[in-house]
């Protein structure tokens, strides 16, 4: 009995603070000295006590609003799995130039997860080409609570190999990168596209002539 006693003068405390009582208060308080220096305007008795309500009210609700506002939030519930960039590498090479970008594929259930799909749809190079759709061809199977290193690989296309012939290809070298997935857990299918990410990565070899080596188109 005393704690609720304690919260409704703790509560009323917080009302009578509110300036939006106040100034009913103070609106009230202006009507009767205008009464008492102007007889002729004479005011009901019952629209002192309306004022007053009106801002018994609005205080008592910026209070409730105040309160709410100081409760904890929901927990944000954790994702059912995660697809982490590690590094990548753009690899030249007098036959075919490749770009490999690998992830950690983390599956926080209890139960397994397979991933069937998996790319990177976009792998911008900073002050070059971006790279796009680099797939990882094989479904994954990741059991419960656990992670697996995946690499996503393609050839590079020869307008891709100018583009890069162009910038300065210096390591380590960093890239924003984009992937989507799709997963089934038990009977659920997941989706998976996060917002761009950054990575660090490495190029290996010289750029080769377009003229004298071949790569892929």
Known sequence: MR?????????AGRIARKWILLLFLALDGIALLTQALIPQLKLPAWSYA??????LFLAAYQVHNDLLAQLPSKPVEPPAYELLPSSFE???SPDVSSVAVWLYAINFQ???????????????LSAGPSLDDIPHSATVRIPPRAFREIRCHRPIHNGEVRALRRMEQKNPTNATIR???RAVSGRRTLH?????RTLN???SGTPPNLTDAPVAA
Request: net charge negative.
């Open 3 to 11: 704690r609720v006693a304690t919260e409704i003068l703790n509560y």
């Open 192 to 196: 998976y596209e996060p917002p761009g």
């Open 201 to 203: 990565g490495w190029f």
């Open 50 to 55: 309306l004022v007053f309500i009106v801002g």
């Open 110 to 124: 209890s139960r397994e997860l397979i991933l069937d799909t998996i790319a990177v749809t976009t792998l911008q």
């Open 179 to 181: 992937v989507t997935a």
């Open 90 to 92: 753009v690899a030249f």
